[in-house]
């Protein structure tokens, strides 16, 4: 079974901090997804990367950064973090080779005071 | 950019009732997938669909890709309590490996 895990379930942050967010993925997948997940909005994508340093922005990528030094490893960071950037964070990991399926991870569900 | 229209955004049922939902999109994808989210945790996936036509079970839930390529449909029969949750269709198009994600169906069921 794929097996995707992220660092912390919940984190509380005060505004202004650096906040690192940690995805590893064991199925040996080439692209990794971060997702924010809020009520009435679904999931939408903050950036994705198909392969080790190699990242694309998402459709929300505005505040985020990513770091991918090995394939089984994606982080997310946000460099200053913000009360608007409470929210539940998701990572997805899938294969380049259709039919592209994802896999998710537990969420991380983050809250900036 | 591509758009579905997951509905309805939410159900309450009760206890043994079938279950029906649906996605629809404004763009051909090659892929549907039907996720559950449970409560605080991550989307799981159900079923995964391939082929224009194609209708695929597992256990209690059925999923169809539609002729169209448009649409697919998820149904849940004689639904039990945790079958409560978050239903999300997903879908994609080309070799493009992004999936585009409807905004989920809250379903409730009452015992």
């Known amino acids: 079974d794929v097996k995707v895990t992220q660092s912390s379930r919940y984190l509380v942050k005060r505004t202004g901090e650096k906040v690192f967010l940690e995805c590893v993925q064991d199925?040996?997948?080439?692209?990794m997804f971060w997702y924010r997940q809020d009520p009435g909005l679904g999931l939408r994508l903050i950036y994705f990367?198909?392969?080790?340093?190699?990242?694309e922005k998402g459709d929300i990528p505005e505040g985020y950064s990513v770091s991918r030094e090995k394939k089984e490893r994606f982080s997310l960071i946000l460099e200053s973090a913000s009360t608007n950037q409470t929210s539940m964070y998701l990572c997805a990991s899938s294969s380049t080779v259709f039919p592209y399926e994802q896999y998710f991870g537990p969420g991380t569900r983050l809250t900036v005071t | 950019g591509q758009q579905l229209n997951q509905s309805p955004q939410s159900m309450f049922i009760q206890e043994g009732e079938d279950v029906s939902m649906n996605c629809t999109s404004s763009s051909i994808f090659n892929t549907w997938l039907w996720y559950k989210q449970d409560p605080g945790e991550g989307p799981v996936l159900l079923i995964a669909?391939?082929?224009?036509?194609e209708l695929t079970s597992n256990g209690r839930l059925t999923a169809q890709f539609g002729i169209t390529r448009k649409d697919s449909f998820l149904n849940i029969s004689a639904s039990i309590p945790s079958d409560v949750g978050i239903y999300f269709c997903?879908?994609?198009?080309?070799?493009?490996?992004?999936?585009?994600f409807g905004k989920g169906t809250l379903l409730t069921v009452n015992p």
């Open positions: 997903a879908g994609s198009g080309g070799s493009n490996y992004k999936l585009t």
């Open positions: 669909l391939y082929k224009a036509g």
């Open positions: 199925m040996d997948h080439e692209n």
């Open positions: 990367s198909y392969d080790v340093k190699m990242k």
